[in-house]
């Protein structure tokens, strides 16, 4: 609101904690939060009525890492500055095959919501093999589909995607979405249309990510 004379076309926030690296006993200040939002959307943010950590992961589209037990973890900034230099450093590779499978699960939740799903994220622990639950309102090709992400290097197999169409088949969703960092093998891509089952692999993944405004990820095996 202070910007008169629009010079403002992008907010940054870095969050740090001081820590202790238990490996050698020294002083650490390992980031935590990175968020970069253009000046529209944050001047649309009401600060006073936000969930803070929601607002973080959806509108802002941060990277935190926060996972199951509530302990934070070392994440590369989206950007910070050189002041030595007076410039702005972009990190833009972060390698998907690095992210925890909890942070993956909440960027493809993200993902959904930003193609127009509700979407609905289950229980990180004892989930019974969904790890999302997403809703389109389409009259004729919409429903409920359950969804399942896998940070893996190596190919899927059969096996797995049985398991994943015997939790569809059990549930009352119309269709299900299996997505993986890596590949699927011809005889997985035939199972899954036999099964009413669409793939994701590592490549389209990204592809999506950065069609709907998830940058700043890579796949690098």
Same mark, same amino acid.
């Given at each position: 609101?202070?910007?008169?004379?629009?010079?403002?076309?992008?907010?940054?926030?870095?969050?740090?904690?001081?820590?202790?690296?238990?490996?050698?006993?020294?002083?650490?200040?390992?980031?935590?939060?990175?968020?970069?939002?253009?000046?529209?959307?944050?001047?649309?943010?009401?600060?006073?009525?936000?969930?803070?950590?929601?607002?973080?992961?959806?509108?802002?589209?941060?990277?935190?890492?926060?996972?199951?037990?509530?302990?934070?973890?070392?994440?590369?900034?989206?950007?910070?500055?050189?002041?030595?230099?007076?410039?702005?450093?972009?990190?833009?590779?972060?390698?998907?095959?690095?992210?925890?499978?909890?942070?993956?699960?909440?960027?493809?939740?993200?993902?959904?919501?930003?193609? !127009?799903?509700?979407?609905?994220?289950?229980?990180?622990?004892?989930?019974?093999?969904?790890?999302?639950?997403?809703?389109?309102?389409?009259?004729?090709?919409? !429903?409920?589909?359950? !969804?399942?992400?896998?940070?893996?290097?190596?190919?899927?197999?059969?096996?797995?995607?049985?398991?994943?169409?015997?939790?569809?088949?059990?549930?009352?969703?119309?269709?299900?979405?299996?997505?993986?960092?890596?590949?699927?093998?011809?005889?997985?891509?035939?199972?899954?249309?036999?099964?009413?089952?669409?793939?994701?692999?590592?490549?389209?993944?990204?592809?999506?990510?950065?069609?709907?405004?998830?940058?700043?990820?890579?796949?690098?095996?």
């Amino acid at each position: 609101n202070q910007d008169t004379h629009n010079n403002i076309d992008t907010i940054v926030f870095n969050g740090y904690i001081n820590d202790i690296d238990l490996a050698t006993g020294q002083d650490i200040s390992p980031y935590i939060i990175s968020a970069m939002v253009d000046k529209i959307t944050f001047n649309s943010i009401d600060m006073n009525r936000i969930d803070k950590l929601k607002c973080l992961k959806e509108t802002m589209q941060g990277r935190i890492d926060i996972n199951s037990s509530l302990s934070l973890k070392g994440i590369t900034p989206i950007c910070k500055c050189d002041y030595l230099n007076k410039s702005v450093v972009n990190n833009e590779s972060i390698n998907l095959l690095e992210v925890d499978p909890f942070v993956l699960e909440d960027l493809v939740a993200t993902l959904f919501r930003n193609m !127009g799903y509700e979407v609905i994220e289950t229980n990180k622990v004892n989930d019974g093999g969904i790890d999302c639950i997403l809703y389109n309102n389409d009259p004729i090709m919409g !429903g409920k589909v359950i !969804g399942q992400v896998k940070r893996y290097k190596n190919n899927i197999d059969i096996p797995k995607l049985r398991e994943f169409e015997s939790v569809l088949r059990n549930s009352d969703a119309m269709k299900g979405i299996f997505i993986s960092t890596s590949n699927f093998s011809s005889q997985c891509e035939k199972f899954a249309s036999d099964n009413n089952i669409s793939l994701i692999n590592g490549s389209l993944l990204v592809d999506y990510f950065n069609r709907y405004g998830i940058s700043s990820y890579i796949l690098h095996k």
